[in-house]
């Protein structure tokens, strides 16, 4: 079997260099998606698929990878990984059988599980885009769990140990960016504590994802970042 992986770049890109060998990886297509112009190894440039025009976000280059794989590659399943992670090919074919059109596999544990999954078309189809408008990083994983969960979608755990995730670009660390993120999640969804005569909660759609002042200022834009980015290619 062929693992589609996916590799998110922002910061890292001397970590991922240090360690990743393709060769050890031999079932697996590499595909580098810079998101912040960097400079790659020379053995490593072959692998970059994408370079964007500029930092689209977690959200939104996860985005950006879930268009090209779905929409250009036709692809039914990929591997979504963060430039500073750690694992094997082994992961990789864990993660590719747990997923399913019902779960989203994880790897690493303490809520990491997004920094290294597996989403299938149908999922990403079914609950949507990732929220843009959680700007840089802090929460859109959060917010994609509370609406997977609203859709009858799991999100496993293969609970790798978290520090295998080095966390090294410390993107959702800018206290100004992810407090405003966390704020905006809580208000989308009135602190997840609104509920109906049934004790349930009273979402059962997505809202229909809008482009907020906040994204549209910061990025000048009347459309998501990684639509744009997408129609460029």
Known sequence: MN??????????????DAWID???LPNTTIRIIDNGQQQYAERLQPYVY???????????????????????????????????????????????QLCTPTNIAGTYDRAFEFSLFCIHRD??????????????????????KYR??????TVSSLNISAEYNASETGGDSIPDIRDANIEYVLKKWNNYTELNAYGNSMYTNNPELHISERLRTQYNC????????????
Request: glycine share 8%; hydrophobic share 40%; net charge negative.
């Open 50 to 96: 994408h370079v964007t025009s500029r930092n689209l976000g977690c959200a939104g280059g996860w985005n950006l990878i879930c268009q090209i794989a779905f929409e250009q590659l036709g692809l039914t399943k990929v591997i979504i990984s963060n430039e500073d992670n750690l694992y094997s090919e082994e992961y990789l074919a864990a993660l590719t």
């Open 222 to 233: 009347e459309q998501f970042p990684s639509i744009i980015e997408f129609n460029s290619l």
């Open 148 to 153: 997977c969960q609203l859709h009858g979608v």
């Open 22 to 24: 393709p060769i050890k």
């Open 123 to 144: 999922t990403y189809k079914k609950v949507g885009m990732f929220d843009e408008n959680v700007i840089m990083a802090a929460g859109e994983d959060n917010d994609y």
């Open 3 to 16: 693992y589609n992986l996916f590799i998110l770049g922002y910061g890292s890109s001397k970590f991922l």
